[in-house]
Structure formats: structure tokens, C-alpha cells
């Protein structure tokens, strides 16, 4: 997701709040019960749904955040452990099996993917969490009595001011009693990094900025998002054009988030690779039945209805004054040879969407207006697959117009979409108008 002037994107959290405090099977005795190095997790192996919620009194069930861990003996005598935050790659963290309790640490190790969640709200406004340090309280007979505590990296914006603070969380251990779900869309979610010193730098959580939240556009990526691991997930999912007919696509694969990292188990991704033949159509995203939790709870099998956006004809131009070759969503009036895109605040609820044929080009060009404190989120994306970056274009023209353009040499043809931004803090509504989009 590129962006043009500022930005970040859209989303929002709300996970439902567990409050089960039911003793896991199995988690008797005193199985790793402290001692000096690495310490076996004995008895308290298995796989355990975790809830935490902010420790203050104005926190309310929407605000908590659930997790999947499991607890394992590695086979050198240490307890590892992977948490996995709802919809969320698994990441396995550091593991110390006290006497009084096993803390899970995930203050150091690889970026991605870490044991962080975040939400977004439009384009500089944002939050992002990150469990450091998760406590799980062990009872006088060495089990688990059901209580955890953590402490939380807060990395927030909030347009022009931002901050890294430490906020403590309470919650409940239980034994994984909550069948898996899976969402099939556009992909949804970014993974978070550790905070770091540049806390206006967003890395990840729930993020679409600007874009329909259940409609694909005809170069995205297409998700199954699991709530917890399912191994072999990829491999069960297919897709197919409503009323019958194979989509062509990259073909199902655990999602790849970073280099030479994946999402193994909890996300598959495919790419549409035939643009014509989807515009305006409704695939079909089918998981077939056969997968399990860690816990040995099924995930029945699954058929989701994924509409895609008719953005019209690949064009060598864009020029918005005569027969339609775009796609639009959201709050767009077309007219005198401008298209004029309004969303509220820090929202993106409104874009145009198209597509430019490049052969033998080396780049495309966007012609537009911004009022004032609006900005304007821009994603290029080619047919290999690959986005690319679109730079700030520099000061207008007398009249107000910016050109900013991106590199696309060796692509045939590109995809792309436009949407506005405005600071919530100075401004209540955004607006740009485009009136030209073209290929040179």
C-alpha cells in the first residue's frame, strides 16, 4: 500500500473478551517447576485460549485481545511456546517455566512476525500492541490457576503527535475450548513489528485504508485468514466464479509476509491472475473440511461469497470526460471532466479504481487537486504481481494541480487506486479531484 503525503490505513479492532477460567486437562504436578537452566514444560504442555484486557476500569470487553498459545517440550529440555493473536500470524517466543508462573517473552528475536496486533483508522491515526511480556500464574500444585498478566508496547498516532507507551494488561488462561473460524477477502491484516523509535512509523495490524473491506479489486491478493493454526490450511482452499468455472490464480500458498518469512498454517493467499475475466464477478472461496486446531477442534467445511470490482477496460488513458473506464466506490461524483472523491476524517471510504496499459511505457501519471490538509493515498500494482512506490510529486501548479508519477518499465499493464485522506485534528472531511490518469 502506497501512500502520498502522509498515511497508513483503515481498520479497527473488536475481539470478543474470554472470561473461562476452567483448569486445562492435563496441567497438574509440578512439571518444570523452576530450577536453573532451561526447564521441560512437563504437565503444563498443551494448547490454552488466552484474553487480555487493558488493567483499567474504563476497559470494556471490545478492547480485549485473544490468543491461541501452545505449549511444548522442544526435545533439548526447554518449553517453547507460539501465540497466535486472533487472525494473526503465530509467533513463537521466548519461554521461562518458574516455579510460581511461565513467562513468555518477546522482547528480542526475529521482526516478524511478533506477538502484536493494531488497528487503523484512516491514514495517520492509528494503534499498535505489542505483548513484550506475557505472565501466566501457576497455583502451590504447579498448575495453571487460570490468571495472566502482561505488559504491552502502545505504539499510537494520532495525525500530527505520537508516543511508545507501556500499558499493563490483565486476563484469563483456559484450556482452548473455541472452535476455529476463517475469513476469506481482500487480506485484511499487516503484521506489526516491535515498536521502534519512530513512533509515527506504523508496521502493521488491521489495515485497508481507504478500500472496500469485502469487495476484491482484480490484482489483490486473495486471503484465508485463520483465527488460530490449521495445519495444512492452504492446501484445502480453492476458488471458483460463482455458477461454476475455475479463476485462474498464483495458486494457493502459506502467506508470505516479509522475506523469507511465512505465515505457515494460519494464512493462505492466492493472486487473481486473469483481470478480465473477474471484473464484476462473485468468486467463490470454498475451505474444504478436514482441518483441525491444535486442540483437535474442526473446522467445518467453509464456501464464502467474495464479490470483485468492476474497474472497466485496460485504457492508455484516463481522462474522465467521456464514456466511463473506471471503477468507483464510495462517496465519488463524476463531472466536467474531474472526479471528486469526499470522506470523512482519517476514514477512506470512497476511490477510484482502474487500469492503465503499459507496454513499452515506462511510467503512469495521476493528475490531481487536494483541498486543504487532504491527501491521497495511491496503490500501483502490475501484472508480475509487484507494487510500486508513488513520491510525493512536489509543489502545485498556480491553479492547484499535482502530477505524481511511478516507475512501472516492463509492465504490460498496471492496476491502481486513488484514495483521499484528511487530518482529523484540522479538518473535517477530505476531498481530491483527479482528472487524468495515463501512461507515457
Not at 247 to 262: F, K, L, M, R, Y
Not at 297 to 316: C, N, S, T
Not at 398 to 408: F, K, S, T
Request: charged content about 15%; glycine content about 12%.
Amino acid at each position: 500500500m502506497l501512500v502520498l503525503g502522509s498515511s497508513v490505513a483503515l481498520g479497527a479492532a473488536s475481539l470478543a473478551c474470554g472470561s473461562s477460567v476452567e483448569q486445562a486437562p492435563g496441567t497438574g504436578g509440578s512439571g518444570g517447576a523452576g530450577g536453573s537452566g532451561p526447564q521441560p514444560c512437563g504437565a503444563l504442555a498443551g494448547v490454552y485460549a488466552l484474553s487480555l484486557l487493558p488493567d483499567d476500569p474504563l476497559a470494556t470487553p471490545d478492547d480485549a485481545v485473544e490468543m491461541t498459545l501452545e505449549l511444548a517440550d522442544d526435545g533439548g529440555g526447554a518449553c517453547a511456546a507460539r501465540l497466535t493473536p486472533r487472525f494473526y500470524p503465530t509467533a513463537s517466543v521466548a519461554t521461562e517455566v518458574l516455579p510460581a508462573a511461565v513467562v513468555l517473552d518477546d522482547s528480542v528475536g526475529a521482526v516478524l512476525p511478533t506477538a502484536s496486533v493494531g488497528w487503523y483508522w484512516g491514514l495517520g491515526y492509528f494503534r499498535e500492541y505489542h505483548f513484550e511480556q506475557i505472565v501466566l500464574a501457576r497455583g502451590p500444585d504447579g498448575a495453571f490457576d487460570g490468571a495472566a498478566s502482561a505488559k504491552v508496547d502502545v505504539n499510537w498516532a494520532e495525525d500530527d503527535i505520537c508516543s511508545v507507551d507501556e500499558m499493563a494488561y490483565v486476563g484469563t488462561l483456559a484450556a482452548d475450548a473455541v472452535a476455529p473460524e476463517v475469513y476469506a477477502g481482500p487480506t485484511r491484516v499487516r503484521p506489526a513489528e516491535r515498536p521502534s523509535g519512530d513512533c509515527f512509523a506504523a508496521s502493521g495490524g488491521k489495515t485497508r485504508p481507504g478500500l472496500p473491506e469485502d469487495t476484491l479489486l482484480p490484482w489483490d491478493v486473495v486471503a484465508v485468514e485463520a483465527s488460530e493454526p490449521l495445519a495444512g490450511l492452504a492446501s484445502h482452499v480453492s476458488i471458483a466464479a460463482q455458477g461454476g468455472g475455475p479463476t485462474a490464480t498464483s495458486g494457493w500458498q502459506d502467506a508470505p509476509i516479509a522475506t523469507g518469512v511465512t505465515a505457515t498454517d494460519t494464512w493462505a493467499w492466492a493472486r487473481l491472475t486473469d483481470w478480465d475475466a473477474v471484473l464484476g464477478t462473485v468468486q467463490v472461496v470454498s475451505v474444504a473440511s478436514g482441518l483441525v486446531d491444535g486442540a483437535g477442534l474442526a473446522l467445518g467445511a467453509q464456501a464464502r461469497e467474495v464479490p470483485v470490482l468492476d474497474v472497466g477496460p485496460a485504457v492508455d488513458a484516463h481522462e474522465l470526460d467521456g464514456a466511463m473506464t473506471i471503477g468507483t466506490f464510495g462517496q465519488v461524483v463524476i463531472a466536467a471532466g474531474t472526479a471528486s472523491v469526499t470522506a470523512p476524517c482519517n476514514s477512506g471510504v470512497g476511490g477510484l479504481a482502474g487500469r492503465i496499459l503499459t507496454a513499452g511505457k515506462t511510467k503512469v501519471l495521476m493528475r490531481f487537486r487536494l483541498d486543504n490538509l487532504s491527501s491521497l493515498v495511491t496503490t500501483v500494482v502490475g501484472r508480475s504481481g509487484a507494487t510500486y512506490d508513488v513520491p510525493w510529486p512536489g509543489d502545485p501548479d498556480p491553479d492547484g494541480w499535482l502530477i505524481a508519477e511511478a516507475n512501472v518499465a516492463g509492465e504490460s499493464e498496471i492496476g491502481f487506486v486513488l484514495v483521499p485522506n484528511s487530518y482529523c485534528h484540522w479538518t473535517a472531511d477530505a476531498n481530491v479531484e483527479v482528472d487524468r490518469v495515463w501512461a507515457e
